[in-house]
């Protein structure tokens, strides 16, 4: 828990909080909770290529909370 716990206070003190993923995690459910959605600014994605339709779907309303999503490749 001590990661989670500074993980949070470290997006107490920023200005954008920005998350780093591949998409094999997009539609999984994590046992722990770091912040609320609405606390992103950008999510940066390995790759578009591999989306299923589901995760095109979530990333979707994603974008329409005003969370710019960024492909890396």
């Known amino acids: 828990m ?12 920023t200005h954008e909080v920005i998350v780093l993923l591949d998409h094999t995690k997009i539609n999984k459910t994590s ?9 992103i600014s950008k999510i ?7 989306l299923s339709d589901e995760q095109r779907k979530d990333l ?10 960024i492909f890396a490749k």
């Open 31 to 39: 046992l722990t909770k770091v912040c609320d959605i609405k606390d």
């Open 44 to 50: 940066i994605i390995d790759e578009e290529s591999n």
């Open 60 to 69: 979707k309303l994603i974008k329409e909370e005003n969370i710019e999503i």
């Open 2 to 13: 001590f990661e989670i716990d500074t993980k949070k206070a470290a997006m107490k003190n």
